[in-house]
């Protein structure tokens, strides 16, 4: 990788890096959050840390990432920020600010360009059918089945994550992904990690046939230790309320540290994922402004305190190098004069189209931020389908409701905002890439409930917090960074 110096060997001697980082600043408009500083003073340490950790916390912005690491947190959560560097306003360089996205470049280190994640699902030009990002009916769940999903694996990431490539070169490396929300944790563990995920139907965290064959026994004796602690009853309360899975999340990242040896061996450094889900659902539900919101960060600081000691419990304070980030930032809560109806947007394009070129159905449907075209009906009526893009941003851009509209092969030929260009793979398949204005969310006719989102170029979508804890450099300014900095102090070579 780049670093020619190990992380451990700048460690080594407590560098003061005195870095002054601006935590918070211009998020979105009318924000006025103190700029902050934040102090590097890496943990000392002489050997390579036992344990990489990455920690991403779904929908955190930078203004609530300013709260819950303020006076009020929990005394180990302060005390690991005191001893970080922080960047509240790093960002993602791309438009498609997803959840998908979002984590697997945090992996990877490149852009949906490159690594194919470019949005949660996507259509199929060729069979029309909705892909869901970490969708594979060749691995189905083990014992469990997962609603609208028949199997899950990594087949569309198409790079490999730093823990992939650490595991590569050195096989003993312990390298698991846990998270609520199945994309976040398939997209942490990459093709070589082991994910588990929560399940809806059973309330446990599970994986699929991609990652094992069977259940360890660790996982059995936990999940049957738990039934008889309380049969049924916690569960049932982490499977009907989302914004408690987050307690879920950290009460099976305990079992798994406790239980499978990560992070505990001598002359290896393995790798822990944990994404933490709740707040992205608090958001788009209430707004990151709203008390639901502001609940939902104070238990995941209390989670992360507990997590922090967990960590410094099995590895030693010095024993752990993490980086805490988030997938992407959010709107605020809209007014209903600010939701944009993507399915309407999607059926009126296809009215014009259909009458243009007098074809049945111009219009196969929406996904993310791309549309996408019949292609099979347009030609069959003799229209280019490559002409019937043009003309729908032409529409489109008439037409107001959105900022921009591009064709999806003049992206993919290098021409239009390098934000758009970054967000898109030809594996995503689609015609027309969708660029909301500033302040609108993008939701589906059905999305009754939703009052903030993500998903646009903008600073409020794209700046996050990062955190770097013993990682021997400032936290950065992009976070494609973020996986070469943990790659780096595995000593892969
Ligand atoms: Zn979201």
Redesign the pocket.
Known sequence: MESEVKPWCIRSNVVRLSLIVPLMGLITAGSAAPAARSLVEAPAASMPPRLAVLIVI??LTSRQFSEFSGPSAPRSLRKLLAASSVNGRASYGYAATY?APGHATLATGVHPSTHGVCANSWIDPASGHKVYCVEDSAYPVLGDRLKDRSGISPKHLLADTFGDRWKASRPETLYYAVAAKDRSAVLLAGRRGEAYFFSDRSARFVTSRYYRHDYPAWWRRYYARSERAAPGARRSRWRSNILTRDEATLAFVRELIASTGIGAGSGRTDVLAVGFSAL?AAN?RWGPESPESAWVLRRLSIHLAELIEVLEGTAGPSGYVLALTSDHGFSRAVEPSDRVDGDRIAADLDGYLKARYGVGRAVRGWAGPLIYLDRTALSAVGADPGEAAREAVRYLRRDGRLRNAYTASDLLAGQGPRHARRSLAPSAGGDVYLLQRPGTILVRSSEKNTRA??GTPYAYDARVPVVYYGLGRPAPSSTTEIAAALEAVGGAS
């Open positions: 779904d929908g959840t992205d788009h989102s993500h």
